[in-house]
């Protein structure tokens, strides 16, 4: 009677804070996609402001992070480990080959939709569960380094990039 | 009992959201301060991009919104309402007068130390209270649009402005 009781209680809430947290993520990538639509590859093209990343190479290095999600919150294992030298490891104009544009729009699209997924099947327990890049010892101490937390982190990030993004709009 | 073991169960879980949901804020505050701190005022006068928000706009802008947190919040009336016209509801270069960038500077420490101590001082049920720009009968069907969610919303303004911002440092 008890356990049930419990589950009762505290399911509700972990569920609100869940709905919040990917609500808050949901926003960001509808935001980027619109944005990502909304531009020309001429426009992608082009520098965010003078000196400072292309689109291209946002657009990859968002593809990039959003894949190694996967294997992080422990889904499956990345779609395109490729990107990773490219986009993650290596600064704009690095001179590596990189997919055209078209394919990279495809990435973000394939590849939130499977997070989407995935995302949509996590159990509200397993949000609180450890993510693959913290020891079991320090997530013992450190109950906040849980999956959940990861994709606090990422919002934000999709957040910072989209602010400069957003420079290759021309201004109305 | 079956009271005191709800709470017992309950309460870790909230607060261990709040903490998650706060460390983010506090991360985002703390970047931008970092970066405020170490552009000269003649840096911060540029703009972010051409023909974009200067940096002076967007740290009266982010003083306006976090100054708006605190009536949101419940906590206080806003210190500076004077802010909202030239900063919320004005574009950049719009005429109007506007505080020096070392007053802007004072603002922006005082008005986060300032929400700092109420976020501190807010009791964990506290933060899934309905904020202030929702009705009660909305509230009772969506339950997620609480104060903590205002927290979730605004970090990512933070980084999204953060991100426009960190273009007015020289590249390495």
Same mark, same amino acid.
């Not at 509200?124 to 020891?135: A, G, I, Q, R, Y």
């Given at each position: 009677m008890n356990d049930v009781a419990l589950t009762t209680e505290t399911q509700p809430v972990k569920e609100l804070f869940i709905k919040m947290t990917v609500d808050a993520w949901n926003t960001q990538v509808t935001r980027l996609t619109k944005l990502f639509d909304a531009l020309s590859d001429e426009q992608l093209a082009t520098q965010t402001a003078p000196d400072r990343n292309t689109g291209i190479y946002l657009l990859g290095h968002l593809v990039a992070v959003t894949d190694g999600m996967l294997p992080l919150?422990? $889904?499956?294992?990345? /779609?395109?480990?490729? %990107?990773?030298?490219?986009?993650?490891? #290596?600064?704009?104009?690095?001179? !590596? +080959?990189i997919p055209t544009v078209q394919e990279l729009r495809k990435y973000w699209t394939a590849i939130n939709a499977k997070l #989407?997924?995935? /995302?949509?099947?996590?159990?509200?327990? +397993?949000?609180?569960?450890? @993510?693959?890049?913290?020891?079991?010892?320090?997530?013992?101490? +450190?109950? @906040?380094?849980?999956? !959940?937390?990861? %994709? /606090?982190?990422?919002?934000? @990030?999709?957040? $910072? @990039? !989209?602010?400069?993004? /957003? $420079? %290759?709009?021309?201004?109305?």
């Open positions: 919150l422990g $889904y499956a294992e990345k /779609i395109h480990p490729e %990107l990773e030298k490219p986009f993650l490891t #290596s600064p704009d104009r690095s001179g !590596l +080959e #989407s997924e995935h /995302i949509a099947a996590t159990a509200p327990d +397993e949000w609180f569960t450890k @993510h693959n890049s913290v020891s079991a010892e320090d997530f013992a101490k +450190e109950p @906040h380094r849980n999956k !959940l937390n990861i %994709l /606090i982190n990422r919002t934000n @990030h999709n957040s $910072y @990039h !989209l602010g400069q993004l /957003i $420079y %290759l709009k021309p201004k109305q």
